[in-house]
């Protein structure tokens, strides 16, 4: 067996790089077949459940990984060890640059957040604190337990901003942001990580736009409000705006029909089929050795031994593909990324076998 070391910064990568092909195939789908549609909870529950689905997912996927051929003991006398491409280590210090700046960015308006509920005037409610912002250039807005609007509002009377704002922190949205936001991070490349988080955005807002006319609040007045509120100073990612940009889909759905809900119960079954086209598209022998790949580099090239011989298993041999076993085992040449180059005992090369050659590699 194949023993594969744990090493953070790749893992990260190819766990981000695997569960994000998931995650864009599943997010078109559901754009195809969901998205306008007014039944926003169980929408809300789809988009959530296609994060559980992708990234989840991914460790399921080793079980069914090949495993290698047994065979009987072998003779080695050469020393040797692995060239390997510096692309991996490349791609790995761009993806890990690219979290970190992800973090600093969101640590930044996190902050910016702070400063605004620091700095207003704070009224204790029923399960929230109201924030009277002295800053009217930033539009209403909830996060976790607080809701705050700026002061001219709260003059001017805010009795459906503040309802507007209370579905928020009644459904718990800030919770789903948390969850985006960190796919976004981990999966900042992908452009389905980016807009999950925006279509999860948009269907808070249909929630919570639906929870104020549930609540009898006239929808003319309501819709003027919304226009009105149309600028402002929002948070990317972080909170949920009173002025999120989808303003005219939003009008729209409200004087939208429900649909059946049975209908579109049935229509979420295709995201079944989705999962399988994922899964033979990131299992196909092309992406799945540039995957392994990505799993066995490092952030620092590993420099070798003095004396080593030194073979390039990327390229084909004169004599055709080499038959590669390691400790006895049968290996793939993409399991050859999973071994450490400093526990390469002996390596033997024979091109004389056959129609390839053989390589046989014994570690400590």
């Not at 100073?233 to 303003?247: D, I, T, V, W």
Request: aromatic fraction near 10%.
């Amino acid at each position: 067996m194949v023993e594969r070391r744990f090493n953070m910064p790749a893992t990260l990568f190819y766990y981000s790089l695997t569960g994000g092909s998931f995650l864009l195939v599943l997010y078109l789908v559901y754009r195809w077949v969901m998205a306008a549609e007014n039944q926003h909870s169980f929408n809300r529950s789809v988009l959530l459940a296609i994060y559980v689905m992708a990234f989840g997912i991914v460790p399921f996927m080793s079980m069914f990984e090949p495993k290698p051929k047994i065979i009987g003991p072998i003779t080695v006398t050469k020393v040797g060890t692995i060239s390997k491409s510096i692309l991996p280590t490349v791609f790995l210090w761009i993806y890990i640059t690219g979290v970190v700046v992800m973090v600093v960015l969101t640590v930044v308006n996190v902050f910016k957040l702070w400063l605004i509920v620091h700095r207003g005037r704070k009224m204790k409610r029923n399960g929230y604190t109201l924030i009277i912002s002295v800053d009217d250039s930033v539009a209403p807005f909830s996060w976790m337990r607080y809701i705050v609007i700026p002061e001219k509002d709260f003059i001017n009377g805010s009795d459906m901003i503040v309802c507007h704002e209370e579905q928020h922190i009644a459904l718990r949205h800030w919770i789903d942001l948390l969850v985006a936001q960190i796919v976004v991070i981990l999966n900042w490349f992908n452009p389905a990580a980016w807009l999950m988080r925006e279509e999860l955005k948009a269907v808070h807002e249909y929630q919570a736009d639906m929870g104020v006319i549930a609540s009898g609040a006239d929808m003319k007045s309501y819709q003027m409000l919304l226009i009105a509120k149309a600028v402002g100073y929002k948070f990317p990612g972080m909170a949920n705006c009173l002025n999120h940009s989808k303003l005219k889909k939003r009008i729209n759905m409200m004087l939208l029909p429900l649909m059946n809900p049975v209908a579109i119960r049935l229509r979420s079954t295709i995201l079944i089929p989705a999962i399988i086209l994922a899964w033979v598209g990131v299992s196909t022998p092309v992406v799945a050795s540039r995957l392994s790949l990505i799993r066995s580099s490092t952030l620092v090239k590993e420099k070798l031994p003095e004396g080593t011989v030194v073979v390039d298993f990327t390229k084909q041999q004169p004599t055709g593909n080499p038959t590669i076993f390691l400790n006895g085992v049968q290996i793939a040449p993409t399991d050859m990324d999973h071994i450490n180059p400093k526990d390469i005992k002996v390596i033997t090369v024979r091109k004389d076998h056959g129609s390839g050659a053989e390589i046989y590699i014994t570690t400590k």
